[in-house]
DNA sequence: CTGAAAGCGCTTACAG
DNA sequence: CTGAAAGCGCTTACAG
């Protein structure tokens, strides 16, 4: 016996003229805020815009308009806090640019992140921010972007070589500054047997801190053991994991410089594990300085990467370069800062 | 005296019907996989799609055929790693059921909720998934969604009552029986002085938490010191602060049921501040289950919650609702189960 | 200052 | 199986 509910047809442009005799045009004005527009007119319109509950189609006005508000951003890993942090700074600028943020996340998968690429662009972004999955090769990236898109590499170099027509903008971290700094840092604290812990070697932000600590290693004169050179997963577990090939044979390092902060914290736990008490029996740094940085046991030594800053300087980027489509394309390193705690002691006095 | 780049016009339907001799209609037949078109024209017309190198827009499609291909995500809290594997939980589903996310973050603002939804809403999304921010107003968010979108409630309730119209699904975690388990696996370790600590007396889900908590102690007949009901910020670092607060005059309660991970994980720290080694000399659990918990030290006892799974159930929810929009509005309490490690230790014996 | 007409890139009936 | 025409909800010249 229910009524049939009354459709909602959604309120348009046709409705607002006729609800208050005017033309199509001069609501669409009103909406713009055309100067155009007498003033009475304009409270007319306006009132019943707010009677009739008007939601304005912004993709019907971007068909027409030849125009795009959103941006896309796709992202490898959002499970990271360090790649949260930079997507809620670029949402936060984004919005307050009038873009509306179209979110993909590939999980590592460079399969997925065509997909994804390729689903979001049917939805014509204005631009693409993209952190790329580990082994993402440029031409395939650019032969799903195609020329169309102006697109911001943020974090990592993507494989091969870019095709001539795609000057795309890079936003990067200064990593082979922030590992040289760590390793300054723990040379000045007395260490002289220093290893590098963690990461993919394939990956160009861990080939760009190892130059850092090689760099900061070899001016200090100290010896580099291929031993203390230890690849992982950049992840807290697979750390741990490796922990234990740092102890492989005397001479056994003592400290460390961790690719980032989840494996500085993996690194802690097998230190913990083996009875070695990190910052005390160990040294080590991170790179990040996620939050878990300062709280950790003992607290992390580490670089500032500010992800939540990085993420609104990548949205201003894309922005820009909508503003100047043909200006050379911009490579921004972002500075890193070294923060002091407690895991880098000086080393052990036996 | 470089000549003017090409400009880069859009390739569309046109161009392709154009291109290989067939109406505008069949193209678009070819572009949806209808079965109506003769193969040899599909082979023709697929072929000039590769070659020009055609891209969907699907704002137009939709535009059209009065369909939409977007989801809204709005979140609070993309910083902390529970929303964030969520949301990549949402993602995932979404993109496999063929919708885009469109992301709005809040900051825990009202205002600024407000603000995301109005914008998003402008884009049309089929559905909208949002966890609320504090203090959100049913009537408010109801005043800018309307009746037009399906909303999915996720994680906490809003303030007041809903209009009647808004007929919205929730999706929630069993957060009073989570607590209850803990606090009854603290009891049968043998605690009997146990304090609720951390969150804010109004979220909803910290009340339901306490409600569990104050369920358990009662049924075991034990008492419940108000000065062992400690609030903070459901952070690390507010938690960190206030530890203090649980000894403030003896007798001291033994274990500690936590508002959620970030918050055992501050009590921890301040605990470890007070030369008080936690899981030894005092227990406690948390509530959600982040990746941290696992590595702490010690690994804490916690309630998993599978954000990613609870992700992929919101979108689930939604999706399903846009193919029954007029079923009954569905409460869904998602299962949290008890992982037990080492903070939550036997009482120490003195 | 305001309106009538055309068109953004698609899909949808409807003919044939 | 294919095409010509109309229309989704807007904006854009162009008249007046």
């Known amino acids: 016996m229910s009524s049939p509910l009354p459709i909602e047809r959604k309120i348009t442009l046709n409705d607002i003229a006729a609800g208050c005799g005017v033309s199509r045009a001069t609501v669409s004005l009103v909406l713009r805020g055309s100067p155009l527009v007498n003033k009475l007119t304009r409270a007319r319109v306006e009132d019943e815009l707010r009677r009739q509950g008007y939601v304005y189609n912004r993709a019907a006005a971007n068909l027409r308009s030849r125009t795009s508000s959103s941006i896309a951003l796709v992202l490898n890993d959002l499970a990271n806090p360090f790649f949260a942090e930079f997507a809620a700074g670029v949402d936060e600028a984004l919005g307050a640019g009038g873009f509306v943020t179209l979110l993909g996340c590939t999980g590592e998968s460079t399969v997925r992140e065509r997909a994804v690429l390729g689903s979001l662009l049917e939805h014509g972004p204005a631009g693409i921010i993209l952190s790329p999955a580990e082994h993402s090769e440029a031409h395939r990236v650019a032969a ?81 053991e291929p031993r203390w050179q230890v690849e992982s997963a950049p992840t807290r577990l697979d750390a741990a994991h490796r922990t234990s090939a740092l102890f492989e044979g005397p001479p056994a390092p003592t400290a460390a410089v961790c690719y980032n902060d989840a494996v500085a914290l993996g690194l802690m736990l097998g230190l913990n594990q083996r009875g070695l008490r990190p910052g005390r029996d160990f040294a080590l740094t991170g790179f990040d300085d996620i939050a878990e940085a300062a709280l950790a046991m003992p607290p992390l030594t580490t670089l500032s990467t500010a992800p939540h800053e990085r993420g609104r300087q990548a949205a201003q980027l894309v922005m820009q370069r909508l503003q100047q489509p043909d200006a050379a394309s911009q490579h921004t390193i972002a500075p890193v800062e070294l923060v002091v705690r407690e895991s880098s002691c000086p080393p052990p006095v036996h």
Chains 1, 2 share one sequence.
């Open 144 to 224: 799903v972007v195609g020329r169309r898109v102006p697109l911001l590499l943020f974090n990592r170099e993507l494989g091969g070589t870019l095709p001539e027509y795609a000057h795309w903008d890079q936003l990067m971290l200064d990593n082979q500054r922030g590992a040289r700094l760590a390793t300054e840092h723990l040379i000045a604290g007395g260490h002289r047997r220093i290893a590098f812990f963690g990461g993919h070697h394939d990956s160009s932000s861990c080939r760009q801190r190892r130059a850092g600590y090689l760099e900061a290693m070899l001016t200090a004169g100290l010896p580099i």
